[in-house]
């Protein structure tokens, strides 16, 4: 198979995690939806034969490492996920106390914004659907870089999502948080005026997921674990970053990425502060990655690619 030199390395971190959860289900005894996984892992898996075969046999570069980053995406998001699951239960102290001090320093209130969306519905809808759209939003990415040419800002782009999410999932199982709609109440009328992303129930929920951990890993089921720091911030900064330098595409990110910031707040159930820590997460993870790449690529730049086998 033929790899380029992101694209190995994030190989090598998505095999180190599936040999962590192996590991780690069968340590902990945590069943897992066998058929729900595998029908994600032969999607991934698909995209990235599918990639082989366009790098290898039709020469197009241009889908290859579309297809191939797609395919590397879906792969590492299902092995960091159960592997963000199999950390619990958690066994050190919640930061959520300290966070909210911190929000109520600088005049921010969870409760307050959500129940201000609530008087403003078409608001709040639109930043429930500008909430669930970060992944998309990814995908979206990859495909623009991908097929544009841009295949170094793409391997850029994939080496900062997987070091940025190493990073958050690093940060928050020494310092756990699962944001303030898990501690603070909203009057029924509010709950119902729109649908919550996160809602307090959803808080509940993970409250109990971070205190017992889970007895069974399914697809359908996976809630978003890590408050602070905010991976939906991370993506955003990601996507605005990567799609800068095209302008046809840069001015709708941008926007809709400013939106972004009150959906995080408002249906991601997070505190103030877990948006400053997703950012400096993503300068954090984007610098690493750059680093890495600059330092991968002299080595290979003949072929520009890495040969795992032939």
Known sequence: MVFLPAERFIVFIIATLALLDACLLLLKGVG???????????????????????????????????????????????????????????YFAQI??????????LGYSWPAIVEWAARHPLVGLVLYAVYTSSLMQLLGVILVLGFSGRTTRLQHF??????????????????????????????????????????????TELGRVLREGSTYLTPANVLGLIAFPSFHMVMACMSVCFLARIRFVFVPAAILNALMMPAILVHGGHHLVDLVGGGVTFAIAYALARSLLEKATPADAQNSTIRLAD
Request: glycine share 10%.
């Open 32 to 90: 897992i939806d066998f058929v729900g996984y595998a029908s994600l892992i032969a999607c991934g898996a698909f995209l990235v034969a599918l990639g082989q075969f366009y790098r290898r046999v039709r020469h197009n570069d241009r889908i290859a490492a579309a297809a191939t980053a797609a395919g590397l995406f879906v792969l590492f998001t299902i092995a960091g996920s159960i592997f963000n699951y199999l950390l619990l239960p958690s």
């Open 158 to 203: 994939l080496l900062t999502g997987v070091i940025g999410a190493l990073l958050a999932i690093m940060f928050w199982f020494f310092l756990p948080s699962i944001g303030p709609a898990a501690f603070q109440r909203l009057p029924r009328q509010v709950v119902e005026a729109m649908p919550l992303a996160v809602s307090p129930a959803y808080g």
């Open 96 to 105: 959520d106390g300290t966070l909210t001090q911190i929000d109520g320093m």
